[in-house]
Nanobody, 123 residues
Framework: QVQLVESGGGLVQAGGSLRLSCAAS????????MGWFRQAPGKEREAVAA???????YYADSVKGRFTISRDDVKNAAYLQMNSLKPEDTAVYYC?????????????????WGQGTQVTVSS
């Protein structure tokens, strides 16, 4: 069992930056792939980025070059550094954990989810 708690969301102007954090509790954190997803009103939940235990990563095309995912296996935490934010990045951002070694972008591959944190980018 893994419990995930996100923090770091908020309101920022376009072009600004935010850093999301995901604190994990439970065993074998380093064995999980960690992912960040987002869901805007009226849209499906979509993958933003993922990172495996070996630091293999996945990024959605829409965030490549602007967002960076990282993890700290000592602190049982994952992070999402978001730079050059755009109004279309506005969404609830979720941290998720998947048992396995693939940097998956599929919602169905993730076993555990946080409660989400709101990110709002004003124009």
């Amino acid at each position: 069992q893994v419990q995930l708690v996100e923090s770091g969301g908020g309101l920022v102007q376009a072009g600004g930056s935010l850093r999301l954090s995901c604190a994990a509790s439970g065993r074998n954190f380093r064995s999980y792939t960690m992912g960040w997803f987002r869901q805007a009103p009226g849209k499906e939940r979509e993958a933003v980025a993922a990172i495996t235990w070996s630091r293999a990563t996945y990024y959605a095309d829409s965030v490549k070059g602007r967002f960076t995912i990282s993890r700290d296996d000592v602190k049982n935490a994952a992070y999402l550094q978001m730079n050059s934010l755009k109004p279309e990045d506005t969404a609830v951002y979720y941290c998720a954990a998947a048992w396995g070694s693939s940097a998956s972008a599929s919602v169905g591959d993730y076993n555990y989810w946080g409660q989400g944190t709101q990110v709002t980018v004003s124009s």
